[in-house]
């Protein structure tokens, strides 16, 4: 408490009306690692308060995902801790059975969130060893209020796709069609028709191809690079749970050729369709750069029959026109950029040793939820919603030993005190 009462001394602003001093750690982000966080630390008897930009929780799910999304991995893969999925969900959730997963797991552990609350700065006072994190509160209309929080612990739940990552391409402003990030996707039916370029071959890039064919566009896919097509699911078996299984027994390497093996054997060669596949296995390029492998649900089949065109990359646009690097030109109505999303961290973590400049802790995984001076991570593994649970458990048995801690320190001062006063009343 001292060291509160040295932090209020050295700053000026400390008594403005709008503060408070938060007893438990502070959550940014209310996402599925911020809700996995809170209720993990809930179990603990640890109080936490979460912090959310938007209106409602999940708003990467609800407002910049495509109708048609549904998870990538089965749900025992993707539930959150202390509470499964109902047993009458699919093996592959969709958007709206994950969401309304997310809210009933929110109001079970009676997590409320504070929402329009956007996270401004936050850094750590050495001097009186509490993090002090500053917001802007939108309210009514336009209105905008500032707020502070002082805190001693402080969980970053922002997560890996914070922002749309919009890429600079010679000549784009001067398209004069309709161009939107994938976030902004909701369904093909208003591109039917249409000739659209999908700028990207990821899991995202894949799947809007494929609606937009099923909502009778013409689309062609950009892909510049190399990327891994694997069978979803391998002779009525999940894919991943496959993988997963395999690598209890034996090493990743092997794992990988095998995956290899059984992907041509169930797609064939993927190369003779424009999409070559990269030197490093799947699992291995995941693990080391985060490349998640595309999970096939049906666009591979769409390529084959002609009805997605594969391109190689972009060289300029022009005016409803496309030149690609081979020199093709290609007439486009639209343009849907599938250029991924990136960690907004570094914009208000005022941090350099535990976060890199691109908004990952520095630490590989499984190192990376806990940095110095009560700073941690949730979902930032790259690893899906079951990196976040595990971080999410780790940081909460952690924060719970130091919250156990401090409370029976404070009982027996309480108690020192006391029997101290009684002392003193006997002269």
Not at 276 to 289: I, Q
Not at 394 to 408: F, L, P, S, V, Y
Request: aromatic share 10%.
């Amino acid at each position: 408490m001292e060291n509160l009462f040295r932090l209020v001394d050295q700053d000026q602003d400390f008594f403005q009306p709008k503060w408070t001093l938060v007893n438990g750690p502070i959550i940014v982000g209310a996402g599925p690692s911020g809700l996995a966080a809170a209720a993990c630390l809930k179990e603990q008897g640890v109080p936490s308060v979460v912090l959310e930009r938007a209106d409602c929780i999940a708003s990467l799910w609800q407002k910049r995902t495509y109708d048609r999304l549904k998870l990538h991995l089965p749900k025992q893969f993707c539930q959150l801790p202390k509470l499964p999925f109902p047993e009458d969900y699919p093996e592959y959730p969709t958007k709206r059975q994950f969401i309304q997963y997310l809210e009933s797991y929110a109001k079970h552990f009676d997590i409320n969130p504070k929402f329009n609350e956007c996270v401004q700065s936050a850094r750590y006072d050495e001097t009186s060893g509490f993090w002090k994190v500053k917001t802007v509160v939108t309210t009514s209309g336009s209105n905008k209020t500032e707020f502070e929080y002082i805190c001693r612990w402080l969980i970053v739940a922002t997560g890996e796709n914070a922002e749309s990552v919009m890429p600079d391409i010679e000549g784009l402003s001067e398209f004069g069609g309709e161009v939107i990030h994938a976030c902004n996707y909701k369904s093909g039916e208003k591109f039917k028709g249409k000739k659209v370029l999908v700028v990207g071959c990821g899991n995202s890039g894949m799947e809007v191809s494929l609606d937009l064919c099923n909502h009778d566009a013409s689309p062609s896919m950009v892909v510049r690079s190399s990327v891994h097509v694997l069978p979803r699911e391998i002779l009525g078996k999940s894919t991943f749970e496959l993988a997963v299984s395999m690598m209890k027994w034996l090493p990743l390497w092997l794992v990988d050729k095998l995956m290899l093996i059984l992907a041509w054997l169930v797609l064939g060669n993927t190369e003779k369709y424009g999409l070559k596949r990269p030197s490093t296995g799947p699992l291995e390029l995941k693990n080391t750069k985060g490349k998640t492998p595309v999970l096939d649900i049906g666009a591979l089949e769409k390529i084959r029959s002609g009805h997605i065109h594969v391109v190689p990359g972009i060289k300029r646009f022009s005016g409803g026109q496309v030149e690609l690097v081979n020199g093709e030109k290609l007439d486009i109505d639209s343009v849907v950029l599938a250029t991924g999303y990136r960690s907004n961290v570094p914009s208000w973590l005022q941090e350099g040793e535990f976060f890199a400049e691109n908004g990952y802790p520095k630490a590989a995984f499984p190192h990376g939820w806990k940095g110095k001076a009560g700073l941690y991570a949730a979902g930032f593994t790259r690893r899906g919603l079951s990196g976040a649970t595990s971080d999410a458990m780790r940081i909460a048995q952690d924060i719970g030993n130091a919250w156990k801690e401090e409370n029976k320190q404070l009982k027996k001062r309480t108690i020192a005190r006391h029997r101290r006063c009684i002392s003193l009343s006997q002269f």
